[in-house]
Protein backbone atom coordinates (compact mmCIF):
# COMPACT_ATOMS: atom_id res chain seq x y z
CA UNK A 1 0.00 0.00 0.00
CA UNK A 2 1.46 3.27 -0.72
CA UNK A 3 0.87 5.26 2.16
CA UNK A 4 2.67 2.31 3.78
CA UNK A 5 5.40 3.01 1.77
CA UNK A 6 5.51 7.02 2.40
CA UNK A 7 5.18 6.55 6.11
CA UNK A 8 8.08 4.33 6.15
CA UNK A 9 10.41 6.63 4.16
CA UNK A 10 9.51 9.38 6.08
CA UNK A 11 10.65 7.05 9.69
CA UNK A 12 13.90 6.62 8.00
CA UNK A 13 14.41 10.11 7.39
CA UNK A 14 13.46 11.24 10.58
CA UNK A 15 15.31 8.24 11.94
CA UNK A 16 18.48 8.81 12.22
CA UNK A 17 20.88 10.31 15.27
CA UNK A 18 19.96 13.79 14.58
CA UNK A 19 16.64 13.11 15.42
CA UNK A 20 15.88 10.14 17.43
CA UNK A 21 18.52 7.37 19.62
CA UNK A 22 17.48 4.15 20.56
CA UNK A 23 13.79 2.58 19.75
CA UNK A 24 12.29 6.20 20.84
CA UNK A 25 10.06 8.24 18.18
CA UNK A 26 6.96 7.18 16.43
CA UNK A 27 5.68 7.57 13.15
CA UNK A 28 2.02 7.13 11.55
CA UNK A 29 -0.53 7.40 9.02
CA UNK A 30 -3.94 7.16 8.78
CA UNK A 31 -7.75 7.42 7.28
CA UNK A 32 -10.90 7.57 8.13
CA UNK A 33 -10.89 4.09 9.81
CA UNK A 34 -7.51 2.92 10.17
CA UNK A 35 -4.26 4.21 12.23
CA UNK A 36 -0.91 2.42 11.44
CA UNK A 37 1.11 3.39 13.85
CA UNK A 38 5.04 2.34 14.21
CA UNK A 39 5.26 -0.92 17.13
CA UNK A 40 7.01 -0.13 20.59
CA UNK A 41 10.78 -0.99 20.25
CA UNK A 42 11.21 -0.88 16.55
CA UNK A 43 13.47 1.95 16.02
CA UNK A 44 12.43 4.41 12.88
CA UNK A 45 15.64 3.46 10.83
CA UNK A 46 15.02 0.07 10.81
CA UNK A 47 10.75 -0.07 10.46
CA UNK A 48 9.43 -1.84 6.94
CA UNK A 49 5.79 -1.18 5.78
CA UNK A 50 4.54 -4.51 7.22
CA UNK A 51 5.99 -3.68 10.93
CA UNK A 52 2.79 -0.77 11.35
CA UNK A 53 0.60 -1.96 13.76
CA UNK A 54 -2.90 -0.94 11.99
CA UNK A 55 -5.40 0.06 14.86
CA UNK A 56 -9.18 0.68 14.59
CA UNK A 57 -9.88 4.29 15.29
CA UNK A 58 -13.61 3.60 16.55
CA UNK A 59 -12.01 1.33 19.07
CA UNK A 60 -9.29 4.37 19.99
CA UNK A 61 -11.37 7.00 20.10
CA UNK A 62 -13.11 4.97 22.91
CA UNK A 63 -10.27 5.68 24.93
CA UNK A 64 -10.96 9.25 25.08
CA UNK A 65 -14.90 8.81 25.49
CA UNK A 66 -14.28 6.55 28.37
CA UNK A 67 -14.19 8.46 32.14
CA UNK A 68 -10.27 8.39 32.96
CA UNK A 69 -9.48 6.23 35.34
CA UNK A 70 -8.01 7.76 39.12
CA UNK A 71 -4.78 5.91 39.88
CA UNK A 72 -2.14 6.56 36.86
CA UNK A 73 -0.61 3.28 36.74
CA UNK A 74 -3.94 1.60 36.34
CA UNK A 75 -4.94 4.21 33.97
CA UNK A 76 -1.73 2.98 31.63
CA UNK A 77 -2.83 -0.65 31.81
CA UNK A 78 -6.33 -0.03 30.66
CA UNK A 79 -5.04 1.46 27.97
CA UNK A 80 -2.22 -0.42 26.75
CA UNK A 81 -5.08 -3.21 26.83
CA UNK A 82 -7.89 -1.05 24.87
CA UNK A 83 -4.74 -0.28 22.58
CA UNK A 84 -4.30 -4.34 21.97
CA UNK A 85 -7.67 -5.02 21.74
CA UNK A 86 -7.73 -2.55 18.77
CA UNK A 87 -5.73 -4.02 16.96
CA UNK A 88 -6.57 -5.32 13.01
CA UNK A 89 -5.36 -8.45 11.45
CA UNK A 90 -4.14 -6.52 8.21
CA UNK A 91 -0.93 -5.01 10.59
CA UNK A 92 1.94 -6.02 12.38
CA UNK A 93 1.40 -8.24 15.56
CA UNK A 94 3.58 -5.60 17.26
CA UNK A 95 2.33 -3.97 20.46
CA UNK A 96 1.19 -0.09 19.63
CA UNK A 97 3.28 2.81 20.40
CA UNK A 98 1.85 4.23 23.60
CA UNK A 99 2.10 7.30 21.79
CA UNK A 100 -0.41 5.92 19.42
CA UNK A 101 -3.41 7.73 20.87
CA UNK A 102 -2.08 10.98 20.17
CA UNK A 103 -1.27 10.32 16.81
CA UNK A 104 -5.18 9.38 16.76
CA UNK A 105 -6.10 12.76 17.80
CA UNK A 106 -4.10 14.80 15.15
CA UNK A 107 -6.49 14.71 11.86
CA UNK A 108 -3.60 15.29 9.50
CA UNK A 109 -2.49 12.31 7.63
CA UNK A 110 0.94 11.80 8.53
CA UNK A 111 2.75 12.23 12.13
CA UNK A 112 6.62 12.13 12.79
CA UNK A 113 7.49 12.21 16.50
CA UNK A 114 10.43 12.20 17.00
CA UNK A 115 13.28 13.49 20.05
CA UNK A 116 16.16 15.90 18.44
CA UNK A 117 18.81 17.16 20.94
CA UNK A 118 18.54 20.48 19.04
CA UNK A 119 14.44 20.76 20.01
CA UNK A 120 15.32 19.63 23.30
CA UNK A 121 18.04 22.19 23.97
CA UNK A 122 14.57 24.31 24.21
CA UNK A 123 11.97 21.80 25.64
CA UNK A 124 14.45 21.44 28.51
CA UNK A 125 15.13 24.55 29.12
CA UNK A 126 13.81 26.96 32.13
CA UNK A 127 12.98 29.39 29.38
CA UNK A 128 11.61 26.95 27.23
CA UNK A 129 8.17 28.01 27.04
CA UNK A 130 8.96 31.63 26.29
CA UNK A 131 11.13 30.77 23.71
CA UNK A 132 8.87 28.39 21.65
CA UNK A 133 6.19 31.56 21.70
CA UNK A 134 8.69 33.69 20.49
CA UNK A 135 10.15 31.59 17.61
CA UNK A 136 7.59 29.60 17.31
CA UNK A 137 3.61 31.25 17.26
CA UNK A 138 1.80 28.90 15.35
CA UNK A 139 3.31 25.71 17.31
CA UNK A 140 1.21 24.27 20.22
CA UNK A 141 3.25 24.39 23.65
CA UNK A 142 2.34 21.75 26.84
CA UNK A 143 3.76 21.68 29.45
CA UNK A 144 5.39 18.60 30.92
CA UNK A 145 3.03 15.27 30.97
CA UNK A 146 3.52 11.93 32.13
CA UNK A 147 4.04 10.10 28.78
CA UNK A 148 1.76 7.83 27.76
CA UNK A 149 -2.13 7.83 27.74
CA UNK A 150 -1.88 10.61 30.22
CA UNK A 151 -0.15 12.87 27.75
CA UNK A 152 -2.29 12.07 24.92
CA UNK A 153 -5.50 12.96 26.95
CA UNK A 154 -3.85 16.03 27.91
CA UNK A 155 -2.72 16.82 24.37
CA UNK A 156 -6.34 16.35 22.80
CA UNK A 157 -7.69 18.73 24.87
CA UNK A 158 -4.77 21.43 24.42
CA UNK A 159 -5.50 20.60 20.20
CA UNK A 160 -9.03 20.97 20.74
CA UNK A 161 -8.84 24.43 22.20
CA UNK A 162 -6.07 25.70 19.86
CA UNK A 163 -8.28 24.74 16.95
CA UNK A 164 -11.11 26.77 18.35
CA UNK A 165 -8.70 29.70 18.77
CA UNK A 166 -7.07 29.42 15.67
CA UNK A 167 -9.92 27.64 12.99
CA UNK A 168 -6.88 24.94 12.36
CA UNK A 169 -5.19 22.62 14.26
CA UNK A 170 -1.53 22.52 15.10
CA UNK A 171 0.68 21.15 12.52
CA UNK A 172 3.55 21.27 15.53
CA UNK A 173 3.23 20.19 19.13
CA UNK A 174 6.15 20.74 21.21
CA UNK A 175 6.46 19.04 24.81
CA UNK A 176 8.36 20.40 27.49
CA UNK A 177 11.45 17.85 28.82
CA UNK A 178 9.95 15.66 25.66
CA UNK A 179 10.48 16.52 22.23
CA UNK A 180 7.99 17.44 19.53
CA UNK A 181 4.79 16.04 17.28
CA UNK A 182 5.03 16.76 13.88
CA UNK A 183 1.86 16.71 11.89
CA UNK A 184 1.20 16.85 7.57
CA UNK A 185 -1.14 16.18 4.82
CA UNK A 186 2.04 15.10 2.92
CA UNK A 187 4.93 14.19 3.53
CA UNK A 188 6.32 17.63 2.39
CA UNK A 189 4.38 19.32 4.82
CA UNK A 190 6.51 17.09 7.57
CA UNK A 191 9.70 17.95 6.28
CA UNK A 192 8.79 21.68 5.81
CA UNK A 193 8.16 22.36 9.88
CA UNK A 194 10.96 20.32 10.26
CA UNK A 195 13.73 22.56 8.32
CA UNK A 196 12.20 25.30 9.71
CA UNK A 197 12.54 24.05 12.91
CA UNK A 198 16.23 23.16 12.95
CA UNK A 199 17.03 25.77 11.14
CA UNK A 200 15.69 28.69 13.26
CA UNK A 201 16.85 26.54 16.36
CA UNK A 202 20.77 26.11 14.68
CA UNK A 203 19.87 29.99 14.19
CA UNK A 204 19.35 30.85 18.02
CA UNK A 205 22.29 28.58 19.36
CA UNK A 206 24.66 29.98 16.80
CA UNK A 207 23.67 33.43 17.99
CA UNK A 208 24.08 32.20 21.39
CA UNK A 209 27.77 31.39 20.99
CA UNK A 210 26.85 27.68 21.26
CA UNK A 211 28.06 25.17 19.06
CA UNK A 212 25.52 22.14 17.73
CA UNK A 213 27.06 19.33 18.87
CA UNK A 214 29.79 18.35 21.74
CA UNK A 215 33.53 18.48 20.58
CA UNK A 216 34.76 15.27 20.34
CA UNK A 217 37.40 14.20 22.55
CA UNK A 218 40.23 11.36 22.38
CA UNK A 219 38.82 8.38 24.33
CA UNK A 220 40.88 6.75 27.25
CA UNK A 221 44.40 5.60 26.71
CA UNK A 222 44.31 1.69 26.50
CA UNK A 223 45.64 1.49 30.35
CA UNK A 224 43.31 3.60 31.85
CA UNK A 225 40.37 2.12 30.11
CA UNK A 226 42.09 -1.73 31.04
CA UNK A 227 41.96 -0.29 34.72
CA UNK A 228 38.57 1.03 34.89
CA UNK A 229 36.74 -1.99 33.69
CA UNK A 230 38.77 -3.55 35.54
CA UNK A 231 37.27 -1.65 39.04
CA UNK A 232 33.57 -1.93 37.24
CA UNK A 233 33.49 -5.43 36.83
CA UNK A 234 34.94 -5.88 41.12
CA UNK A 235 32.66 -3.10 42.25
CA UNK A 236 29.56 -4.21 40.38
CA UNK A 237 30.46 -7.61 41.09
CA UNK A 238 29.44 -9.07 38.02
CA UNK A 239 32.04 -11.36 35.69
CA UNK A 240 29.94 -11.08 32.25
CA UNK A 241 29.44 -6.89 32.53
CA UNK A 242 29.53 -5.41 29.16
CA UNK A 243 31.43 -1.86 28.98
CA UNK A 244 31.96 0.64 26.69
CA UNK A 245 33.40 3.61 27.09
CA UNK A 246 34.88 7.45 25.08
CA UNK A 247 36.14 10.91 25.45
CA UNK A 248 35.22 13.16 28.35
CA UNK A 249 32.21 15.11 28.17
CA UNK A 250 30.54 17.22 30.75
CA UNK A 251 28.03 14.77 32.92
CA UNK A 252 24.17 15.73 32.73
CA UNK A 253 23.22 16.81 36.18
CA UNK A 254 19.78 15.62 36.17
CA UNK A 255 17.11 13.87 33.98
CA UNK A 256 16.00 15.81 30.95
CA UNK A 257 13.49 13.75 29.57
CA UNK A 258 11.90 10.13 29.68
CA UNK A 259 14.25 8.57 27.40
CA UNK A 260 17.07 10.04 29.32
CA UNK A 261 16.05 7.90 32.19
CA UNK A 262 14.90 4.89 30.17
CA UNK A 263 18.21 4.63 28.80
CA UNK A 264 20.45 6.16 30.72
CA UNK A 265 18.97 6.46 34.46
CA UNK A 266 17.73 9.61 36.22
CA UNK A 267 21.50 9.93 37.55
CA UNK A 268 25.20 9.34 36.59
CA UNK A 269 28.12 8.55 38.59
CA UNK A 270 30.55 12.12 38.99
CA UNK A 271 34.75 11.37 39.35
CA UNK A 272 36.85 8.36 41.07
CA UNK A 273 34.72 5.43 41.39
CA UNK A 274 35.16 2.75 44.44
CA UNK A 275 33.30 0.60 46.18
CA UNK A 276 32.25 3.04 48.63
CA UNK A 277 31.23 5.56 45.70
CA UNK A 278 28.79 2.95 44.21
CA UNK A 279 26.91 1.97 47.31
CA UNK A 280 26.87 5.76 48.37
CA UNK A 281 25.30 5.96 44.96
CA UNK A 282 22.99 3.49 45.31
CA UNK A 283 22.10 4.44 48.95
CA UNK A 284 20.82 7.74 47.13
CA UNK A 285 19.58 6.69 44.52
CA UNK A 286 18.15 3.15 44.63
CA UNK A 287 19.75 1.55 41.86
CA UNK A 288 23.27 0.99 40.75
CA UNK A 289 24.72 3.61 38.51
CA UNK A 290 24.68 2.79 34.70
CA UNK A 291 26.98 5.70 33.62
CA UNK A 292 30.70 6.71 35.09
CA UNK A 293 32.38 10.23 34.40
CA UNK A 294 36.11 10.50 35.47
CA UNK A 295 38.71 13.27 33.80
CA UNK A 296 39.70 10.91 31.44
CA UNK A 297 36.54 9.90 30.10
CA UNK A 298 33.00 7.93 30.02
CA UNK A 299 32.23 4.56 30.76
CA UNK A 300 28.74 2.76 29.80
CA UNK A 301 27.48 -0.74 31.46
CA UNK A 302 25.24 -3.91 30.77
CA UNK A 303 24.10 -6.50 30.55
CA UNK A 304 24.87 -6.89 26.99
CA UNK A 305 26.88 -4.74 24.49
CA UNK A 306 23.57 -2.94 23.27
CA UNK A 307 22.49 -1.41 26.95
CA UNK A 308 26.00 -0.68 27.66
CA UNK A 309 25.95 1.25 23.91
CA UNK A 310 22.29 2.82 24.36
CA UNK A 311 23.58 4.03 28.09
CA UNK A 312 26.29 5.75 26.61
CA UNK A 313 24.54 7.61 23.74
CA UNK A 314 22.16 8.69 25.88
CA UNK A 315 24.19 10.20 28.10
CA UNK A 316 25.74 11.90 25.80
CA UNK A 317 22.49 13.24 24.04
CA UNK A 318 21.67 14.32 27.86
CA UNK A 319 24.97 16.06 27.94
CA UNK A 320 24.38 18.15 24.71
CA UNK A 321 20.87 19.01 25.32
CA UNK A 322 21.90 20.30 29.18
CA UNK A 323 24.66 22.02 27.11
CA UNK A 324 21.86 23.74 24.47
CA UNK A 325 19.53 24.89 27.33
CA UNK A 326 22.16 27.50 27.76
CA UNK A 327 20.64 29.25 24.82
CA UNK A 328 17.29 29.71 26.93
CA UNK A 329 18.04 29.64 30.58
CA UNK A 330 19.93 26.80 31.41
CA UNK A 331 18.77 23.41 32.05
CA UNK A 332 15.40 22.23 33.66
CA UNK A 333 15.42 18.76 35.10
CA UNK A 334 12.18 16.41 35.53
CA UNK A 335 11.13 16.91 39.25
CA UNK A 336 11.20 13.73 41.29
CA UNK A 337 7.31 13.10 41.03
CA UNK A 338 7.66 12.76 36.94
CA UNK A 339 11.29 10.82 37.32
CA UNK A 340 9.71 8.33 39.64
CA UNK A 341 6.96 7.97 37.16
CA UNK A 342 9.28 7.24 34.90
CA UNK A 343 11.16 4.64 37.01
CA UNK A 344 8.33 2.56 37.88
CA UNK A 345 6.93 2.36 33.95
CA UNK A 346 6.33 -1.04 32.85
CA UNK A 347 5.79 0.17 29.62
CA UNK A 348 8.76 1.60 29.05
CA UNK A 349 10.92 -1.43 30.38
CA UNK A 350 9.10 -3.23 27.45
CA UNK A 351 10.00 -1.04 24.93
CA UNK A 352 13.59 -1.17 26.11
CA UNK A 353 13.62 -4.82 26.50
CA UNK A 354 12.21 -5.07 22.83
CA UNK A 355 15.08 -2.47 21.72
CA UNK A 356 17.79 -4.47 23.30
CA UNK A 357 16.58 -7.73 22.40
CA UNK A 358 15.39 -7.89 18.70
CA UNK A 359 17.97 -8.21 16.43
CA UNK A 360 16.31 -6.04 13.98
CA UNK A 361 15.69 -3.09 16.47
CA UNK A 362 19.06 -2.73 17.27
CA UNK A 363 19.66 0.82 16.07
ZN1 LIG B 1 8.24 10.52 22.70
Redesign the pocket.
Known sequence: MHLLKTITELSHEFGTSEYVLGG???TSVKDAETLWVKPSGVTLIDLRPEDFVALDRAQVRRLFEAAAVEDAVKREVVAKETLLAARRPEGSSGRPSV?APLHHIFPQRFVV?T?PALVNGLTCAQRGAEACARLFPDILWMPYCD?GYTLSREAERAIDEYTRRHGCPPSVLMIQN??IFVAGDSPDDIRTDYRRLMETLRGEYRAAGLECDLPTTPPPNGETDRRMRGILREVLSKDVLQVQSCGPFSPPRGPLS??HIVYARSFVHVGPVTAASVSDFRHRHGYAPRVFFTDDGVWSVGDNENEARLALMFARDGARVQYLTAAFGGPQYLSDRARAFIENWEVEHYRRRVALEGGRSTP
Open positions: GGNEHHPHGPD
